[in-house]
Protein backbone atom coordinates (compact mmCIF):
# COMPACT_ATOMS: atom_id res chain seq x y z
CA UNK A 1 0.00 0.00 0.00
CA UNK A 2 1.13 3.17 -0.98
CA UNK A 3 -0.51 6.48 1.68
CA UNK A 4 0.03 9.82 0.94
CA UNK A 5 0.66 12.44 3.69
CA UNK A 6 1.09 16.34 3.25
CA UNK A 7 3.89 17.55 5.09
CA UNK A 8 1.95 20.54 6.23
CA UNK A 9 1.40 20.49 10.45
CA UNK A 10 -2.18 20.24 9.36
CA UNK A 11 -1.37 16.55 9.11
CA UNK A 12 0.14 16.17 12.31
CA UNK A 13 -3.06 14.83 14.12
CA UNK A 14 -4.23 12.30 11.67
CA UNK A 15 -0.05 10.81 11.21
CA UNK A 16 0.88 11.67 14.57
CA UNK A 17 0.30 8.11 16.16
CA UNK A 18 1.80 6.39 13.03
CA UNK A 19 4.95 8.39 12.72
CA UNK A 20 5.17 7.57 16.65
CA UNK A 21 5.08 3.90 16.23
CA UNK A 22 1.97 3.77 18.21
CA UNK A 23 -0.31 2.86 15.61
CA UNK A 24 0.77 0.56 12.95
CA UNK A 25 0.24 1.12 9.20
CA UNK A 26 1.26 -1.73 6.94
CA UNK A 27 2.38 0.42 3.66
CA UNK A 28 4.75 3.29 2.97
CA UNK A 29 3.97 6.79 3.71
CA UNK A 30 4.35 8.80 0.54
CA UNK A 31 4.75 12.69 1.15
CA UNK A 32 4.00 15.47 -0.95
CA UNK A 33 2.45 19.23 -1.09
CA UNK A 34 -1.33 18.65 -1.68
CA UNK A 35 -1.15 19.13 -5.38
CA UNK A 36 1.83 16.27 -5.62
CA UNK A 37 -0.18 14.36 -4.10
CA UNK A 38 -3.73 14.83 -6.51
CA UNK A 39 -1.34 14.29 -9.50
CA UNK A 40 -0.04 11.02 -8.10
CA UNK A 41 -3.29 9.77 -7.68
CA UNK A 42 -4.52 10.62 -10.71
CA UNK A 43 -1.50 8.78 -12.17
CA UNK A 44 -2.80 5.46 -10.04
CA UNK A 45 1.35 5.58 -7.87
CA UNK A 46 -0.56 5.83 -4.74
CA UNK A 47 -3.28 3.77 -3.54
CA UNK A 48 -4.45 5.91 -0.76
CA UNK A 49 -4.11 9.59 0.25
CA UNK A 50 -5.35 12.96 1.35
CA UNK A 51 -6.50 15.32 -1.86
CA UNK A 52 -7.76 18.73 -2.23
CA UNK A 53 -11.10 18.12 -2.33
CA UNK A 54 -11.65 19.57 -5.84
CA UNK A 55 -9.18 16.43 -6.75
CA UNK A 56 -12.69 14.36 -5.65
CA UNK A 57 -14.63 16.26 -7.59
CA UNK A 58 -12.60 16.02 -10.76
CA UNK A 59 -12.51 12.74 -11.38
CA UNK A 60 -14.86 11.51 -8.35
CA UNK A 61 -15.36 8.10 -10.72
CA UNK A 62 -11.55 6.86 -9.39
CA UNK A 63 -12.22 7.60 -6.45
CA UNK A 64 -13.86 6.49 -2.99
CA UNK A 65 -14.00 9.16 -0.16
CA UNK A 66 -12.78 7.01 3.54
CA UNK A 67 -15.42 8.15 5.91
CA UNK A 68 -15.18 10.30 8.82
CA UNK A 69 -11.58 12.12 7.82
CA UNK A 70 -11.20 15.45 6.22
CA UNK A 71 -9.21 18.80 7.24
CA UNK A 72 -12.15 21.24 7.58
CA UNK A 73 -12.97 24.14 9.10
CA UNK A 74 -16.52 25.89 10.56
CA UNK A 75 -14.98 29.84 10.48
CA UNK A 76 -11.32 30.81 10.16
CA UNK A 77 -8.94 28.38 8.68
CA UNK A 78 -5.72 30.43 9.51
CA UNK A 79 -3.12 28.48 7.11
CA UNK A 80 -5.40 29.26 3.81
CA UNK A 81 -5.27 33.34 3.60
CA UNK A 82 -5.19 35.90 0.66
CA UNK A 83 -2.62 38.63 1.62
CA UNK A 84 -3.72 41.93 -0.37
CA UNK A 85 -2.24 45.69 -0.37
CA UNK A 86 -5.80 46.52 -0.86
CA UNK A 87 -9.13 45.24 -0.41
CA UNK A 88 -10.53 42.16 -2.38
CA UNK A 89 -13.34 44.62 -3.97
CA UNK A 90 -10.77 46.46 -5.69
CA UNK A 91 -8.30 44.04 -7.18
CA UNK A 92 -10.12 43.83 -10.36
CA UNK A 93 -7.87 43.82 -13.08
CA UNK A 94 -4.68 43.91 -10.68
CA UNK A 95 -1.91 40.81 -10.40
CA UNK A 96 -2.98 38.16 -7.67
CA UNK A 97 -0.59 35.54 -7.28
CA UNK A 98 -2.21 32.15 -6.81
CA UNK A 99 -0.15 29.00 -4.70
CA UNK A 100 0.52 25.78 -6.59
CA UNK A 101 -0.21 23.94 -3.82
CA UNK A 102 -3.86 23.01 -3.56
CA UNK A 103 -6.20 23.27 -6.33
CA UNK A 104 -9.31 23.54 -3.30
CA UNK A 105 -7.63 27.16 -2.31
CA UNK A 106 -7.39 28.51 -5.62
CA UNK A 107 -11.15 26.85 -6.86
CA UNK A 108 -12.67 28.96 -3.32
CA UNK A 109 -10.90 31.92 -3.96
CA UNK A 110 -11.53 32.24 -7.66
CA UNK A 111 -15.72 31.61 -6.42
CA UNK A 112 -15.23 34.43 -3.93
CA UNK A 113 -13.41 36.89 -6.23
CA UNK A 114 -16.49 36.02 -8.64
CA UNK A 115 -19.64 36.21 -6.37
CA UNK A 116 -18.84 38.17 -3.23
CA UNK A 117 -15.86 40.84 -4.03
CA UNK A 118 -17.18 40.92 -7.45
CA UNK A 119 -13.81 41.52 -9.13
CA UNK A 120 -11.81 39.98 -11.53
CA UNK A 121 -7.73 40.23 -11.09
CA UNK A 122 -5.27 39.14 -13.04
CA UNK A 123 -4.31 35.52 -11.58
CA UNK A 124 -0.90 34.27 -11.98
CA UNK A 125 0.56 31.05 -10.69
CA UNK A 126 2.97 31.39 -7.69
CA UNK A 127 6.62 29.70 -6.68
CA UNK A 128 7.19 28.25 -3.73
CA UNK A 129 5.41 29.18 -0.81
CA UNK A 130 6.63 32.52 0.43
CA UNK A 131 7.06 32.78 4.29
CA UNK A 132 8.94 36.20 4.55
CA UNK A 133 6.64 39.25 4.70
CA UNK A 134 9.53 41.57 3.76
CA UNK A 135 10.35 40.19 1.01
CA UNK A 136 7.04 39.73 0.17
CA UNK A 137 6.47 43.19 0.45
CA UNK A 138 9.03 43.93 -2.54
CA UNK A 139 7.29 41.78 -4.91
CA UNK A 140 5.57 43.44 -7.77
CA UNK A 141 1.82 41.76 -6.98
CA UNK A 142 -1.23 43.34 -5.58
CA UNK A 143 -2.16 40.49 -3.53
CA UNK A 144 -1.38 37.00 -2.70
CA UNK A 145 -2.74 33.87 -1.79
CA UNK A 146 -0.58 31.79 0.67
CA UNK A 147 -1.40 28.58 2.11
CA UNK A 148 0.13 25.80 4.87
CA UNK A 149 2.72 26.44 7.40
CA UNK A 150 3.70 29.22 5.44
CA UNK A 151 0.78 31.15 6.33
CA UNK A 152 0.65 30.65 9.85
CA UNK A 153 4.38 32.01 10.15
CA UNK A 154 3.16 35.38 8.11
CA UNK A 155 0.23 36.06 10.36
CA UNK A 156 2.78 35.27 13.24
CA UNK A 157 4.87 38.07 11.97
CA UNK A 158 4.78 41.52 10.89
CA UNK A 159 7.00 44.58 8.46
CA UNK A 160 10.44 45.20 9.39
CA UNK A 161 9.46 48.48 10.98
CA UNK A 162 6.41 46.58 13.56
CA UNK A 163 3.83 47.86 10.88
CA UNK A 164 1.58 45.08 8.92
CA UNK A 165 3.23 44.52 5.29
CA UNK A 166 -0.17 44.01 3.75
CA UNK A 167 -2.86 45.44 5.43
CA UNK A 168 -5.63 43.41 4.03
CA UNK A 169 -5.55 39.75 5.15
CA UNK A 170 -8.88 37.10 4.15
CA UNK A 171 -8.99 33.74 6.14
CA UNK A 172 -10.84 32.19 3.30
CA UNK A 173 -12.63 29.53 5.17
CA UNK A 174 -13.75 32.06 7.23
CA UNK A 175 -15.05 33.80 4.09
CA UNK A 176 -16.92 30.73 2.74
CA UNK A 177 -18.59 30.36 6.54
CA UNK A 178 -20.15 34.03 5.62
CA UNK A 179 -21.03 33.63 2.65
CA UNK A 180 -22.57 30.47 3.00
CA UNK A 181 -23.13 29.68 6.43
CA UNK A 182 -21.39 26.43 5.96
CA UNK A 183 -18.34 25.41 7.07
CA UNK A 184 -15.44 24.30 4.70
CA UNK A 185 -13.81 21.22 3.45
CA UNK A 186 -10.21 21.79 2.15
CA UNK A 187 -8.92 18.08 1.73
CA UNK A 188 -10.43 14.66 1.83
CA UNK A 189 -8.86 10.99 2.19
CA UNK A 190 -9.66 8.85 -0.57
CA UNK A 191 -9.14 5.76 -1.97
CA UNK A 192 -8.27 4.25 -5.77
CA UNK A 193 -11.77 2.29 -6.64
CA UNK A 194 -9.16 -0.59 -7.54
CA UNK A 195 -7.46 -0.93 -3.95
CA UNK A 196 -8.14 -4.39 -2.83
CA UNK A 197 -11.09 -3.25 -0.08
CA UNK A 198 -9.32 -5.18 2.52
CA UNK A 199 -6.15 -3.49 2.62
CA UNK A 200 -8.59 0.05 2.02
CA UNK A 201 -10.55 -0.77 5.06
CA UNK A 202 -7.33 -1.28 7.25
CA UNK A 203 -5.57 1.43 6.20
CA UNK A 204 -8.58 3.27 7.13
CA UNK A 205 -9.23 2.16 10.64
CA UNK A 206 -5.04 3.05 11.07
CA UNK A 207 -5.99 6.88 9.71
CA UNK A 208 -8.95 6.98 12.46
CA UNK A 209 -7.12 5.06 15.30
CA UNK A 210 -3.60 7.69 14.86
CA UNK A 211 -6.20 10.54 14.40
CA UNK A 212 -8.21 9.74 17.67
CA UNK A 213 -4.44 9.63 19.52
CA UNK A 214 -3.43 13.19 17.97
CA UNK A 215 -6.45 14.92 18.90
CA UNK A 216 -5.71 13.91 22.59
CA UNK A 217 -2.45 14.76 22.70
CA UNK A 218 -2.28 17.94 20.56
CA UNK A 219 -0.18 19.86 23.58
CA UNK A 220 2.47 17.43 22.12
CA UNK A 221 1.88 18.19 18.62
CA UNK A 222 1.72 21.82 19.18
CA UNK A 223 5.13 21.63 20.49
CA UNK A 224 6.48 19.34 17.15
CA UNK A 225 4.52 21.76 14.85
CA UNK A 226 6.24 25.07 16.66
CA UNK A 227 9.88 23.46 16.22
CA UNK A 228 8.96 22.60 12.28
CA UNK A 229 7.52 26.15 11.55
CA UNK A 230 8.98 28.77 14.05
CA UNK A 231 5.07 29.42 14.81
CA UNK A 232 4.88 29.46 18.50
CA UNK A 233 3.13 26.75 20.07
CA UNK A 234 0.42 28.28 21.58
CA UNK A 235 -0.66 29.37 18.27
CA UNK A 236 -0.04 26.28 16.74
CA UNK A 237 -2.69 24.40 19.32
CA UNK A 238 -5.06 27.47 18.59
CA UNK A 239 -4.65 26.28 15.35
CA UNK A 240 -5.44 22.62 15.56
CA UNK A 241 -8.70 23.66 17.98
CA UNK A 242 -10.11 25.33 14.72
CA UNK A 243 -10.16 22.53 12.41
CA UNK A 244 -12.14 19.40 12.15
CA UNK A 245 -10.34 16.02 11.10
CA UNK A 246 -14.25 14.10 11.15
CA UNK A 247 -16.57 14.50 8.29
CA UNK A 248 -19.81 14.58 9.72
CA UNK A 249 -22.94 16.06 8.62
CA UNK A 250 -22.36 19.56 8.18
CA UNK A 251 -19.14 19.15 6.64
CA UNK A 252 -20.93 16.82 3.94
CA UNK A 253 -23.81 19.61 3.41
CA UNK A 254 -20.81 21.82 3.08
CA UNK A 255 -18.70 19.80 0.51
CA UNK A 256 -21.70 19.22 -1.38
CA UNK A 257 -22.69 23.65 -1.96
CA UNK A 258 -18.65 23.75 -2.92
CA UNK A 259 -19.23 21.14 -5.36
CA UNK A 260 -22.70 22.53 -6.55
CA UNK A 261 -21.24 25.96 -7.04
CA UNK A 262 -18.23 24.63 -8.74
CA UNK A 263 -20.13 22.71 -11.06
CA UNK A 264 -22.52 26.07 -11.52
CA UNK A 265 -19.50 27.63 -12.59
CA UNK A 266 -18.54 25.05 -14.86
CA UNK A 267 -15.25 24.26 -13.24
CA UNK A 268 -16.04 20.59 -12.17
CA UNK A 269 -18.68 17.90 -13.36
CA UNK A 270 -21.40 17.30 -11.65
CA UNK A 271 -20.16 15.10 -8.52
CA UNK A 272 -21.78 12.30 -6.36
CA UNK A 273 -20.36 11.70 -2.76
CA UNK A 274 -19.28 8.02 -2.76
CA UNK A 275 -18.06 6.47 0.13
CA UNK A 276 -15.45 3.05 1.20
CA UNK A 277 -17.69 0.80 2.64
CA UNK A 278 -17.05 -2.59 4.30
Known amino acids: MRVGRIPYINCFP ?12 EGELVTGIPSLLNARMAAGQLDISVVSAVEYAR ?16 GPVRSVMLFSRRPASELGG ?40 DAFARDEHDARLVIGDAALLLQSRGGADGRPAYPYVYDLGEEWRRWTGHPFVFAVWV ?47 RYFEGLDYGLGLPYLAGLSEFFGRLSAAGKVPSTTLQFLAA
Open 191 to 237: AQRTTPPREALTTHAALLTSRDWGLQHLEELSEQAAAQTGVPASECR
Open 59 to 74: DAARYLLLPDLAISCN
Open 94 to 133: RRVMLSRSSMTSVALLELLFDEVWKARPEFSPGDAEMADL
Open 14 to 25: VYGAIDRGIVSL
